[in-house]
């Protein structure tokens, strides 16, 4: 009789690889793209433009001048730029200035967002009612 289970089985009965996560750590600049299906968190600087399908993380020392396409986006430190996300989150002392397109928008207490925010997919609703009227 077994006392002790292993939840961390696929129902194929493989174990599942803990998830992956890539750091770019304080004192570090980057230019350029990232492309990537693991977490994401920027404690660094970083210009340009993010791309994942998982969650990516500002710290409360990381900046992004850019865009940032996620599954969901955390925002500690600062993002000066665009996002398109399921997922908004804008944490205490976190600072966003630009355009949010996301599903759910959550700023917290002490948390700042200068700019425009668009509910993702609201838009290609509203050009398909015009296109239904006269």
Do not use: W
């Not at 006392?3 to 194929?12: C, E, S």
């Not at 925002?75 to 398109?84: D, R, Y």
């Not at 989150?89 to 759910?104: H, K, Q, S, Y």
């Amino acid at each position: 009789m077994a006392i002790f289970t292993n939840d961390n089985k696929q129902p194929n009965g493989l174990a599942q690889k803990p998830g992956a996560a890539t750091i770019i750590a304080q004192g570090t600049k980057i230019k350029g793209e990232i492309i990537t299906d693991c977490h994401l968190h920027i404690d660094g600087e970083f210009e340009g433009s993010v791309r994942s399908k998982s969650t990516v993380m500002i710290g409360k020392s990381g900046f992004i001048n850019g865009e940032v396409y996620a599954n969901k986006l955390i925002v500690s430190g600062k993002l000066k730029g665009v996002t398109e996300s399921d997922s908004v989150e804008i944490a205490p002392l976190g600072r966003f200035e630009g355009v949010i397109t996301a599903t759910e928008l959550v700023i917290e207490k002490k948390g700042v967002f200068i700019g425009e925010s668009k509910l993702k997919g609201a838009q290609s609703t509203a050009k398909n009612d015009s296109s239904k009227s006269l």
